[in-house]
């Protein structure tokens, strides 16, 4: 009887020192040592595990700053239930609070197999791999903690600043190889931004020019009109937009975005180019020679006649109109313009009354004709006259020359130009590029409208 109580004297003593080595669990902490670790939550279908409750106690622990008896409570729940992936979860933040980030994220990657869909487990895996200088994949472990909870407002933030840090990366990689010459890189990166900020109105700009450069005009105009929709303001992208319409003919659509264009900036660059597309829109109704005379090697006194008759049309209306006869000018594709023209005195027929549009025209022939539309001016523009009379030095024509005083002011007017040497070249063929330039240049004397 006396051995028996010995017993159980001794029984209470060490079951009392037991109880008094262990001391009481800690409250949790008012001021959490780590706020931005998310609590592990054990799941319904894992709260009857008897190891369940060391969870929530080495979560106190590890928010006390106590790590040691924190990660000794989560080794214990594991190693009796190694399922319970909670104490998984809450020993990678243990792992996390050291600096230990390699181990976090193994220990976050198991959660991951165990439970895809756990929040604690995805949000502490992307803390891990953030701390790792992962950012891609962190984004992606943040994104998929969305997917789960949208209201996670903090996790929203984080995600917001690494899709834009990444998307900086991905812009700056992209102008880069565009600047390179690496086209197709650059739009592949583009392509990307875009995807991930659909609503940035510069990347659809800067997309555009990419595309413009690679030759894709149909990307180019996409481009453009979705910066325009997203920036109403941006006269740059109109504008582009009405120059890709021009090149496909589409003049209508052109004019469309110009006058948009110049309703929010109006300016000298937009007034000409609407200028040029209202005569581009009058010549498509002009004869298909007309249309051809700037492209042609050498151009005749017809398609001169033709030019000068459409394109200062109301210079001449100006002109005393003389009486003429010519015999060769019948059904001639240009026969009205050199009816006019002749009659204006600005290209004379021939004594034999013969005009000869086929003839081919020379830089002494053009010449001749500047001169008489400059003389048709000034009789309006005072400011003019002083050409008529100027004497320039022309190296390869002395004064004595017959052509000379028309040279002389299809120079000082500044409608004609010199070649090297400051030589006139007399008989050289005249182009029809070099034609419409010299009539565009007596259009802007005579500031005419078409």
Not at 149 to 156: E, F, K, N, P, Q
Not at 269 to 289: C, V
Not at 349 to 356: D, G, I, R, S, W
């Amino acid at each position: 009887m006396r051995g028996r109580r010995l017993a159980a004297v001794a029984l209470a003593t060490t079951l009392a020192g037991a109880c008094a080595a262990r001391p009481a669990p800690p409250p949790m902490p008012t001021t959490l040592q780590y706020p931005e670790f998310v609590y592990p939550i054990v799941p319904r279908e894992l709260a009857a595990s008897t190891q369940a409750a060391r969870v929530d106690l080495g979560w106190r622990y590890l928010q006390s700053g106590d790590l040691g008896s924190a990660e000794r409570e989560f080794a214990a729940a594991l190693a009796q239930t190694p399922e319970l992936y909670p104490a998984r979860a809450a020993s990678g933040y243990v792992a996390f609070a050291r600096k230990e980030y390699g181990q976090a994220l193994a220990a976050f990657d198991a959660v991951a197999q165990a439970a895809p869909t756990y929040l604690p487990g995805l949000i502490g895996r992307g803390q891990a791999l953030l701390a790792l200088d992962r950012e891609a994949a962190a984004l992606e472990a943040l994104e998929a903690a969305l997917a789960v909870d949208g209201s996670l407002a903090d996790v929203r933030r984080r995600v917001d600043v690494l899709r834009f840090r990444r998307l900086e990366g991905v812009i700056e990689a992209a102008r880069t190889a565009a600047k390179a010459g690496r086209l197709d890189e650059a739009e592949q990166g583009y392509a990307q931004a875009v995807a991930a900020s659909p609503e940035s109105a510069f990347l659809h700009r800067e997309r555009a020019q990419v595309a413009r450069r690679r030759g894709d005009a149909a990307l180019a105009l996409a481009s453009l009109r979705r910066a325009a929709d997203l920036d109403p303001a941006d006269v740059a992208s109109l504008v582009q937009i009405g120059a890709l319409l021009e090149a496909r003919q589409d003049l209508a659509g052109a004019e469309a975005a110009y006058r948009r264009a110049a309703a929010v900036e109006p300016n000298a660059d937009i007034d000409a180019r609407l200028a040029k597309l209202a005569m581009r829109a009058f010549d498509a109704t002009l004869p298909p020679e007309f249309r051809a005379i700037e492209g042609a090697a050498q151009v005749t006194r017809g398609d001169l006649a033709a030019l000068i008759g459409v394109r200062l049309d109301d210079t001449l209306r100006e002109a005393a109109a003389r009486d003429v006869v010519m015999t060769d000018v019948a059904g001639h594709w240009a026969a009205a313009w050199v009816t006019q023209v002749a009659r204006a005195g600005v290209i004379e027929p021939f004594a034999n009354h013969t005009f000869q549009p086929r003839a081919h025209v020379t830089r002494a022939d053009l010449a001749g004709a500047v001169s008489r539309v400059v003389a048709l001016l000034a009789v309006r523009r005072p400011d003019l006259r002083a050409h008529l009379t100027e004497r320039p030095r022309i190296a390869d024509m002395p004064a004595a020359h017959l052509s000379y005083p028309a040279a002389a002011v299809a120079v000082a007017s500044g409608v004609m130009t010199l070649a090297s040497g400051d030589r006139f070249e007399t008989a050289r063929p005249v182009s029809g590029a070099e034609a419409a330039e010299v009539v565009s240049r007596l259009r802007a004397l005579a500031g005419a409208s078409r």
